[in-house]
């Protein structure tokens, strides 16, 4: 089992940035493959990028990609979302997620077993 903290939201312009942290409780940290996802009042919960166990590989949704940029620093039992050329409609709260040893890299809420509590974005000027 592992607990997953996010940090770092905030008030941003437009076209500002942010880096979100998720910092996971555990030993067993490089064991679970992380995503990102994020949720505005009144939508569903939407996939926004995840990485495999290593951080090899990376995936991101076609909204952020090319703005958002996910990593992983295992020995530090965190991941991050970096932020960039932020836009109204990212607002949102945002929320790590670690899945089980059976998902490589996960796009789907399902493929993911653990979730943290969250942390809000708001793009405004």
């Known amino acids: 089992q592992v607990q997953l903290v996010e940090s770092g939201g905030g008030l941003v312009q437009p076209g500002g940035s942010l880096r979100l942290s998720c910092a996971a409780s555990g030993r067993t940290f490089n064991r679970y493959g992380l995503g990102w996802f994020r949720q505005a009042p009144g939508k569903e919960r939407e996939f926004v990028a995840a990485i495999t166990r290593s951080g090899e590989s990376t995936y991101s949704a076609d909204s952020v990609k090319g703005r958002f940029s996910i990593s992983r620093d295992n020995a530090k039992n965190t991941v991050y979302l970096q932020m960039n050329s932020l836009k109204s409609e990212d607002t949102a709260v945002y929320y790590c997620?670690?899945?089980?040893?059976?998902?490589?890299?996960?796009?789907?809420?399902?493929?993911?077993?653990?979730w943290g509590q969250g942390t809000q974005v708001t793009v405004s000027s």
């Open positions: 997620a670690a899945s089980g040893p059976r998902v490589r890299i996960g796009v789907k809420l399902s493929d993911y077993d653990y």
